[in-house]
Every structure is written in structure tokens, then in C-alpha cells.
């Protein structure tokens, strides 16, 4: 649709886009290309239902990004470890890590409001721990197996353990690795996300 004299037209749509593109929204979507849209509420309740959901961590932006499938449907701001920047190592660095996660566990009851526990020490940072030695061989194999099954991995190991997304936001990157959200956005995700989902935690 344009407004306005010939020779001097006025794209609304464009202007539009433009607009929430200076959110944000658009802009990430289009990154990724993908589409802006999906989820819906539930009936009779202020419930977000999203069908296929999954988790876009972008580090040094401090977002958080909700998609249902394709869709973009939620953006949240996070708090981050300590030390924020690059791989996490080992336990206690204070680093949040990168790569492909799983969800695998939810705790209600947690300290932090709500607790969606992540599949970090994955593969690759078992193959990083045997390099670094701080992971014997029959670690690592525990470790591999808990992957290949889909199950919680062993958080006591020297890679460290017990990361994902909860609640506390503050405003600083304060946390031992996780992800931290408002509690309220950390609720929303809560209800959302299942056992399985994936979270992906880029720089």
C-alpha cells in the first residue's frame, strides 16, 4: 500500500517492517530466514501454546529466542556467567557454553524460580575434556552414553555440569554458566519446553 502524491509515494508496508525491524524481531527472523509468527495462546487462558519449540541463545546479544518451528514467537533478555565470553572449559569458569543442547530436566521446586537443566557436557565437549585431560576414559564414555540415550549427563565431572535456563535476572552476567531470564519469561518457557527440546548457545 502507498500514500501520496505520484512521484513522491510513501511505503507503508515497507515503513512497517522497517519499524519492527528496528526491534529487533524482524531482523533476527531474517538472519536465520525464517518467518515471524506460529504460536498462539490457549483457549480461554493467557497460555502459550507452541507446537514444535526450540531455543536460540545468542551470547553476545543477551537474547534469548523462542521459535515454533520456523516462527519466531518470543524474544527474552538473559544474564550470562561470569565470564561470558568463549567455550566453557571446565567447572568453575564461570563460562556459559556453546553448541547444540537438549533440554533434560525441569525442576519447579528450583532455587531459581524454575530450572530447565541442558545437555551440557555434550560430545563435543567430551572430546575438549579427554584433549584437556579433565576427563578420564570411562568419564568420557558415561558421558557419550547419556548423550546417545537422551539422558541427564553426569554433572560432576570435570567439564562441570548443572547448566541451563532459570530465573533471578538481574540485569548482569552473574551466574556460574547458566542462562538466566526474568522469572516471569522463565514461567512462559517453562510451560513451553519439554524434555528433548533443543537450545542452541551461539557467541
Known amino acids: 500500500m502507498r500514500v501520496g502524491s505520484a512521484g513522491s509515494h510513501f511505503d507503508v508496508r515497507r515503513f512497517f517492517m ?31 501454546v507452541v507446537d514444535s519449540p526450540r531455543v536460540v541463545v545468542i551470547k553476545s546479544a543477551r537474547t534469548l529466542y523462542l521459535f515454533d518451528g520456523a516462527a519466531l514467537v518470543r524474544t527474552y533478555s538473559v544474564d550470562l556467567g561470569t565470564s561470558p565470553v568463549g567455550q566453557k572449559r571446565l567447572a568453575g569458569d564461570g563460562r556459559t557454553p556453546e553448541g547444540r543442547f537438549r533440554i533434560v530436566t525441569k525442576n519447579a ?19 575438549r575434556g579427554l584433549r584437556d585431560g579433565l576427563l578420564s576414559s570411562g568419564d568420557a564414555l558415561s558421558l557419550l552414553d547419556a548423550a546417545n540415550d ?7 565431572s570435570g567439564m562441570g555440569g548443572g547448566i541451563g535456563l532459570h530465573g533471578h535476572r538481574c540485569g548482569v552476567d552473574w551466574t556460574g554458566g547458566c542462562v538466566a531470564l526474568a522469572d516471569e519469561h522463565i514461567e512462559e518457557l517453562f510451560s513451553v519446553l519439554r524434555v528433548g527440546d533443543p537450545v542452541k548457545i551461539i557467541p
Open 150 to 156: 537422551g539422558r541427564r549427563p553426569d554433572w560432576r
Open 109 to 127: 521446586g528450583s532455587p531459581y524460580h524454575r530450572f530447565l537443566g541442558i545437555s551440557f557436557p555434550d560430545p563435543d565437549a567430551v572430546v
Open 18 to 48: 522497517a519499524f519492527l525491524g528496528g526491534l529487533g524481531v524482524f531482523g533476527v527472523a531474517a538472519s536465520f530466514g525464517l518467518a515471524v509468527g506460529g504460536a498462539r495462546l490457549g483457549a480461554g487462558a493467557d497460555v502459550l
